[in-house]
T-cell receptor, first 115, second 114 residues
Framework: EADIYQTPRYLVIGTGKKITLECSQTMGHDKMYWYQQDPGMELHLIHYSYGVNSTEKGDLSSESTVSRIRTEHFPLTLESARPSHTSQYLC??????????????FGAGSRLTVL | KNQVEQSPQSLIILEGKNCTLQ??????????LRWYKQDTGRGPVSLTI?????NTKSNGRYTATLDADTKQSSLHITASQLSDSASYICVVSDRGSTLGRLYFGRGTQLTVWP
């Protein structure tokens, strides 16, 4: 079982609300990521972090922000949610394997619906 | 443009049968290829990872193959079970950065019927 936890698993909110999706991992991984996934589509990287106090934007433009104050914690915040933000948000972490390949461990995801 | 294409988009098989999922990629320079299994409503879970020098790797009833020359990979599932019903995602990593940028396919949705 993966040691990476996301809360809430499901969230339905109204337009304009501020929300924070929580992500925590107990594996001590330095690298953490946020992906967005819509049904039948590929995962898109929206944010990533190399370690504490490091945050970078991913390939997909996102109005969300992230922070990395502690190694184990990588929350994602939407200041003002809109229906276009409705999606599945997946958090992941990684550590280089012996081959140098970063194998991702994913959380169970947070499904956000904005009305 | 680096891409990962998977086929078929969806597949229905009967329990106990075998099946093969395909992944073609154009990612260059190539570093490694991974197959993930994603159950409905869950995050993806890694099944196998293969580097340039590996052409086959097994994980229980799952066997992945890689042909780096033709840039093709397949995932073979033997004696399918109901619990194999899931989306199978092919992910290719390049060697362009220390992060190893990942390119995701859209997945093959497998349904196993009793």
């Amino acid at each position: 079982e993966a040691d990476i936890y996301q809360t809430p698993r499901y969230l339905v909110i109204g337009t304009g609300k501020k929300i924070t999706l929580e992500c925590s991992q107990t594996m001590g991984h330095d690298k953490m990521y946020w992906y967005q996934q819509d049904p039948g589509m590929e995962l898109h990287l929206i944010h990533y972090s190399y370690g504490v106090n490091s945050t970078e934007k991913g390939d997909l433009s996102s109005e969300s922000t992230v922070s990395r104050i502690r190694t184990e914690h990588f929350p994602l915040t939407l200041e003002s949610a809109r229906p276009s933000h409705t999606s599945q948000y997946l958090c992941a972490s990684s550590d280089p394997t012996a081959t140098g390949a970063n194998v991702l461990t994913f959380g169970a995801g947070s499904r956000l619906t904005v009305l | 443009k680096n891409q990962v294409e998977q086929s078929p988009q969806s597949l229905i098989i009967l329990e106990g049968k075998n099946c093969t999922l395909q992944c073609n990629y154009t990612v260059s320079p190539f570093s490694n290829l991974r197959w993930y299994k994603q159950d409905t409503g869950r995050g993806p879970v890694s099944l196998t990872i293969m580097t340039f020098s590996e052409n086959t790797k097994s994980n229980g009833r799952y066997t992945a193959t890689l042909d780096a020359d033709t840039k093709q990979s397949s995932l073979h599932i033997t004696a399918s079970q109901l619990s194999d019903s899931a989306s199978y995602i092919c992910v290719v990593s390049d060697r362009g950065s220390t992060l190893g940028r990942l390119y995701f396919g859209r997945g093959t949705q497998l349904t196993v019927w009793p």
